[in-house]
């Protein structure tokens, strides 16, 4: 069956990096669209980036932008987020999420158009 897990969380100062892992299994990952999504303590599940099949296109929101960089390793089945200059904002529980990809180029940003999610990890920024 199909499994995702994330690790790499913890807690961090304002300024500070992590870098989160999702370890894929039970599907052709190659073939699969992979996202990070985050959801903040009171808010929704908001979309943080996200990956073609083949790592060519990627997509990340304007908060992260220029911050976290998504990555995978088709290799080892895993997605990568490299979080960088984290804040406070940052805080939350982040999940990976895979889609089955329409077409190669699909780096789908919608997080009801995944199907299969990850448990989460918890990622703090204090000081």
């Known amino acids: 069956q199909v499994q995702l897990v994330e690790s790499g969380g913890g807690l961090v100062q304002p300024g500070g990096s992590l870098r989160l892992s999702c370890a894929a299994s039970?599907?052709?990952?190659?073939?699969?669209?992979m996202g990070w999504f985050r959801r903040a303590p009171g808010k929704e599940r908001d979309v943080v980036a996200t990956i073609s099949r083949s790592g060519r296109n990627t997509y990340y929101s304007d908060s992260v932008k220029g911050r976290f960089t998504i990555s995978r390793d088709n290799a080892k089945n895993t997605v990568y987020l490299e979080l960088n200059n984290l804040n406070p904002e940052d805080t939350a529980v982040f999940y990976c999420?895979?889609?089955?990809?329409?077409?190669?180029?699909?780096?789908?940003?919608?997080?009801?158009?995944?199907?299969?999610w990850g448990q989460g990890t918890q990622v703090t920024v204090s000081s």
């Open positions: 039970g599907f052709s990952f190659s073939d699969y669209v």
């Open positions: 999420a895979a889609r089955a990809a329409r077409y190669p180029s699909d780096y789908e940003t919608r997080g009801w158009e995944y199907g299969s």
